[in-house]
């Protein structure tokens, strides 16, 4: 674990955009399922709630098989203390959970819409 007087500008950016990420991929899955202006489109919400929960799974398994495995410790201060481990298995798990309820969510919008424009077409039975 690197002290804070050691890191660098770039790891303070990298945890700027986790942070952004994490931030991001609830707030555009919110707006995809609850459709907060429902005349716009689909896409930027979508094209963010893609991105950010794409990152925060990529780069949270990444992490976790990188540090993770690491099994000789050589320094006491940079090694990976538990509660790491534990942020990056969050970032999995909220990333995996965005992208599997977006997905739920657009496949769940498009049999709606298929089911209205049946309806309003005069294709249904009874």
């Known amino acids: ?4 007087v050691e890191r660098s500008r770039a790891s303070m950016v990298l945890d700027a955009v986790v942070a ?3 931030g991001a991929a609830p707030v555009a899955l919110l ?8 005349a716009r489109r689909v896409r930027v919400p979508l ?3 893609w991105t950010a929960a794409g990152s925060l799974f990529g780069w949270g398994a990444w992490q976790l098989v990188a540090l993770g495995t690491t099994t000789e410790v050589t320094d006491s201060r940079r090694a990976v203390p538990g509660l ?5 298995t969050g970032q999995v798990m909220v990333g995996l ?3 599997v309820v977006g997905a ?4 769940e919008r498009a049999a709606a819409r298929k089911i209205t ?3 309003s077409a005069g294709w249904t039975r009874g």
Do not use: G, H
């Not at 707006?31 to 429902?38: N, S």
């Open 1 to 4: 674990m690197l002290l804070v």
């Open 20 to 22: 952004a990420m994490a």
């Open 31 to 38: 707006v995809l399922v609850f459709r907060i202006r429902p």
């Open 47 to 49: 094209a963010v709630a």
């Open 84 to 88: 790491l481990s534990l942020v990056q």
């Open 97 to 99: 959970l965005v992208l």
């Open 104 to 107: 739920v969510a657009l496949s």
């Open 117 to 119: 424009a049946v309806e």
